[in-house]
T-cell receptor
Framework: DSGVTQTPKHLITATGQRVTLRCSPR?????VYWYQQSLDQGLQFLIQ???????AKGNILERFSAQQFPDLHSELNLSSLELGDSALYFC??????????????FGSGTRLTVV | DQQVKQNSPSLSVQEGRISILNCDYT??????FLWYKKYPAEGPTFLIS?????DKNEDGRFTVFLNKSAKHLSLHIVPSQPGDSAVYFC???????????FGKGTTLSVSS
């Protein structure tokens, strides 16, 4: 157990729907990062939050949004879902606003299937 | 455009031999690199890292080499073991120091 908790583990939904993925960072970590792993794309950085504030944005679509709450858990909201959004979504956390020398700690991911 | 590239999707090696995984990057301003390992149904886990002020970092059976002039790094696993079979991701810290940029990964299969 890495200490980063992601729920749900699996999600199947229809095109056009909206889903929310949840992440609880490792105890004491203030930063949360969201990544998407599609079949042929590797890990694509979506967005980072640090202590409740958005800190960095990557290749995140406008249909996607995220937030980090006062208890530091984070949610990634995906709306108007398309078949191409099917992927593994990973959350990672770190203590500070920058990746530490040992990198982030990843959760085990949420597998989203859009049908 | 991929800033971190792992051009070999897969690599097969026999147990006890050396595994060499390669990674190229395009941005000469990157100065910190990491390797992650990922097993099925698990998240990636940190393996080893290297700063651009070094050309080699070793941790047990794992050694990472960095060639800044060629913008190339490699991960050597010696000797390879069946338990090393996994997907290996190369990553670089972005210029802003806010996130890691990952390659697409190389699937290593070590046969006994």
């Amino acid at each position: 157990d890495s200490g980063v908790t992601q729920t749900p583990k699996h999600l199947i939904t229809a095109t056009g729907q909206r889903v929310t993925l949840r992440c609880s960072p490792r105890s004491g970590d203030l930063s949360v990062y969201w990544y998407q792993q599609s079949l042929d794309q590797g890990l694509q950085f979506l967005i980072q939050y640090y202590n409740g504030e958005e800190r960095a944005k990557g290749n995140i679509l406008e249909r996607f949004s995220a937030q980090q709450f006062p208890d530091l858990h984070s949610e990634l909201n995906l709306s108007s879902l398309e078949l191409g959004d099917s992927a593994l979504y990973f959350c990672a956390s770190s203590a500070t606003g920058s990746p530490p020398n040992y990198g982030y700690t990843f959760g085990s991911g949420t597998r989203l299937t859009v049908v | 455009d991929q800033q971190v590239k792992q051009n070999s999707p897969s690599l097969s090696v026999q147990e006890g031999r050396i595994s060499i995984l390669n990674c190229d990057y395009t941005n000469s301003m990157f100065d910190y690199f990491l390797w992650y390992k990922k097993y099925p149904a698990e998240g990636p886990t940190f393996l080893i890292s290297i700063s651009s002020i070094k050309d080699k970092n070793e941790d047990g059976r794992f050694t990472v080499f960095l060639n800044k002039s060629a913008k190339h790094l490699s991960l050597h696993i010696v000797p390879s073991q069946p338990g090393d079979s996994a997907v290996y991701f190369c990553a670089a810290e972005n210029q802003a120091g806010t996130a890691l940029i990952f390659g697409k990964g190389t699937t290593l299969s070590v046969s006994s």
